[in-house]
């Protein structure tokens, strides 16, 4: 539901200026409420991300409001020496398609 939330200006659950606190980051640094932010000229504004694990399964979230666009990767196993890489390359390549799809 947080992801649905952040691609939509205007939703019945949470006023936009509630919605962007939890995703201002700290001071000085690049975390906010459990979201790594960022900003990289693809994205043409902030990303959110968020990597986790129960040990068995992992998850990696990229979220570009900017675009309306989340791109998100789960499995059904964890290595940590290698799932997090696989995770990361995964959604470099279908944000990579993305942009191409969309000449942006």
Not at 30 to 50: D, M, Q, R
Not at 65 to 80: E, K, M
């Amino acid at each position: 539901k947080f992801i649905s939330l952040q691609l939509t200006e205007e939703n019945p659950i949470l006023d936009k200026k509630y919605l962007n606190k939890l995703i201002e980051p700290v001071s000085g640094h690049f975390y906010a409420a459990g979201w790594g932010v960022a900003e990289y000229p693809w994205s043409k504004g902030i990303t959110l991300n968020h990597c986790g694990s129960n040990e068995i399964w992992y998850a990696s979230v990229l979220i570009t409001p900017t675009l309306d666009r989340a791109f998100v990767v789960a499995t059904n196993s964890c290595d940590f020496s290698s799932t997090p890489d696989v995770c990361l390359k995964i959604t470099n390549k279908m944000i990579i398609k993305e942009l191409k799809l969309n000449n942006r």
